[in-house]
């Protein structure tokens, strides 16, 4: 189990009253957009100052399952870790690699771990 928030427990403020109903005729077709949307910042960034987005020309990277005008998430902050998929700079161009056990006299600059990877589905 994975305790969220910690702290004590208050009262309610406020007391609900029971009322008759206000509402006449039939409910509205709009109330669905009352509801919270999603915010994938919230979601899915884990170090809002270190992560960017970032759009992908091309399908150079579809070994990876990166295609043309897909969005890379990528965390600066983050320690890659084996089997990770990384944004590198190899003589001054953008690359992703997949990390292995370092290598002596790697040839690549790490930006960065992609954290994430969004695509169209059709």
Same mark, same amino acid.
């Given at each position: 189990?994975?305790?969220?928030?910690?702290?004590? +427990? %208050?009262?309610?403020?406020? /007391?609900?009253?029971?009322?008759?109903?206000?509402? #006449?005729? *039939?409910?509205?077709?709009?109330?669905?957009?009352?509801? +919270? %949307?999603?915010?994938?910042? /919230?979601?899915?960034?884990?170090?809002?100052?270190? #992560?960017? *987005?970032?759009?992908?020309?091309?399908?150079?990277?579809?070994?990876?399952?990166?295609?043309?005008?897909?969005?890379?998430?990528?965390?600066?902050?983050?320690?890659?870790?084996?089997?990770?998929?990384?944004?590198?700079?190899?003589?001054?161009?953008?690359?992703?690699?997949?990390?292995?056990?370092?290598?002596?006299?790697?040839?690549?600059?790490?930006?960065?771990?992609?954290?994430?990877?969004?695509?169209?589905?059709?």
């Amino acid at each position: 189990m994975e305790v969220k928030t910690a702290g004590k +427990l %208050s009262k309610s403020k406020s /007391k609900h009253k029971a009322e008759v109903s206000k509402q #006449t005729g *039939f409910p509205s077709a709009a109330t669905h957009y009352a509801e +919270l %949307s999603i915010d994938l910042n /919230k979601e899915l960034v884990i170090h809002q100052d270190a #992560t960017f *987005f970032i759009r992908v020309e091309g399908n150079e990277m579809e070994y990876f399952r990166i295609y043309n005008n897909d969005v890379l998430l990528v965390d600066r902050s983050l320690i890659p870790k084996n089997g990770d998929l990384a944004l590198v700079v190899i003589e001054s161009d953008f690359s992703v690699i997949k990390i292995t056990k370092e290598e002596p006299g790697s040839s690549y600059t790490l930006w960065g771990v992609i954290t994430h990877i969004i695509h169209k589905v059709i």
